[in-house]
């Protein structure tokens, strides 16, 4: 198949998603465009025979900023002219499906071969930036006019039914995240010292600042066994600063070490004892994941896809979103028991093997596709 692929350049979330996808697929024969207005850098750091095209545009007095989203439009739309597409995947409606859309008609207006339109929903674009009055109308066309709507949880697909009339005339279909577990693996190799790992981009949704107090918390515990435990915070973002105090605040500054950005995950993620994710909206936890398949088990919230993802009690522990104490427990009882850490840590990778391998959830993709391009499904005309 001939695919384009659309996404925004993130570091983490849907930027990780659509460039492990389009590895995949290129690595499994398939001819791969990824279209973005910079470099992914999960596909930067692969040599993998994905074709990038960055799109900028250029700046014009009378645009208020340079629309990047159209000089990627013409990108897609002229390499379409040339090669032919199949398929166009935009991941995260806006703008990506929108201008997957514009390029579908554009191209039918040229009597061009058809091309299938495929939108992945992958959270605060539908429940967020989707869902603002300023957006919601033209999220609800882009989600009804492609030919194939996915959603990376069920429960970001329920909410995104609730959130949008219709969501789709076929239904939503889920293909959850998955992850590469050659790439992220267990090691042998812990930390003298039991570590929390957390991995974001540090925004309101992530908390970090509630984790800092919640591990501080968790050292309070620890002390009266005399024991003592390590956070690495990797990644930046809004909340660095206010992270910052509150490591300050409570006097813990020589245990919480800030690395942000970094590439090399599953380096980062492999050695600790335990993963924190503690966000108030999450449609999946990507991170999450690929900590799981690293071998560590996970402390997160029982919000959105999260209890999908993990299992309680099994891969690691789910909370309420306001129970710090509780958080704070389960944190304290893995990082004072390393045993019960990599016993859980072994259930975290086992759940990622069988359900998130990267090869069986890029099947589900290649066979939406073929469906498509065969005029077969999810619901054809
Ligand atoms: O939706 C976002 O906030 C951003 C998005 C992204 O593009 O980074 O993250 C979402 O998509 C990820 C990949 O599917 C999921 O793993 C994250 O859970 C999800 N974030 C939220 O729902 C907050």
């Known amino acids: 198949m001939r695919i384009g692929i659309l996404c925004h350049p993130t570091y983490g979330g849907s930027g990780v998603v659509a460039s492990e996808l389009a590895l995949s697929l290129a690595g499994n024969g398939h001819s791969v465009h990824l279209f973005s207005h910079d470099v ?9 025979p994905v074709e990038l095209h960055v799109a900028q545009g250029s700046p014009y007095p009378l645009f208020h900023s340079t629309p990047h989203d159209l000089a990627i439009m013409s990108r897609v739309l002229d390499l379409h002219r040339v ?53 919601a109308p033209l999220t609800q066309y882009a989600i009804t006019a492609s030919d194939a709507v996915t959603a990376v949880s069920q429960d ?16 939503i279909n889920v293909i959850p995240n998955f992850v590469d577990l050659a790439k992220f693996k267990p090691s042998d190799e812990k930390h003298e ?3 929390a790992v957390h991995v974001s981009n540090f925004r ?3 908390r970090v600042p509630w984790l800092v107090h ?35 605040e409570r006097g813990i500054c020589d245990r ?17 004892d335990v993963f924190c994710l503690p966000s108030t909206e999450e449609s999946f936890g990507l991170s999450a994941l690929e900590a799981m398949a690293c071998g560590t088990p996970v402390i997160g919230t029982r919000v959105g896809g999260i209890p999908e993802v993990v299992e309680n009690g099994v891969s690691g522990f789910l909370v309420d979103v306001d129970d710090r104490e509780s958080y704070s427990l389960h944190l304290a009882a893995l990082l004072g028991d390393r045993n019960k850490a990599t016993a859980m840590g072994a259930g975290a990778r086992e759940r990622a093997v069988q359900r998130f391998d990267r090869h069986h959830v890029v099947r589900s993709y290649e066979k939406l596709y073929q469906s498509l391009i065969d005029d077969k499904g999810p619901c054809p005309e």
């Open 156 to 171: 970001l697909a329920d909410r995104s039914a609730l959130n949008f009339d219709d969501a789709h005339r076929c239904g």
């Open 214 to 248: 919640a591990f501080a918390d968790a050292l309070d515990i620890l002390k009266q066994s005399g024991a003592v435990a390590d956070l690495t915070l990797v990644g930046d973002g809004p909340q660095h600063g206010e992270a910052v105090r509150i490591a300050r």
């Open 256 to 272: 919480v070490k800030f690395l942000g950005l970094r590439d090399a995950l599953p380096g980062l993620l492999a050695p600790a």
């Open 193 to 195: 010292v039991a570590t």
């Open 204 to 206: 309101r949704v992530k």
């Open 40 to 48: 992914p850098p999960r596909l930067a750091r692969t040599p993998g």
């Open 83 to 135: 090669d032919g597409l199949d398929v166009l995947h935009a991941h995260y409606a806006l703008p990506h499906a929108v201008s997957a859309l514009m390029v579908r008609s554009a191209a039918t207006a040229a009597r061009l071969a058809p091309l299938k339109v495929v939108t992945t929903l992958h959270g605060t674009d539908i429940t967020v930036v989707g869902n603002d009055p300023s957006y």
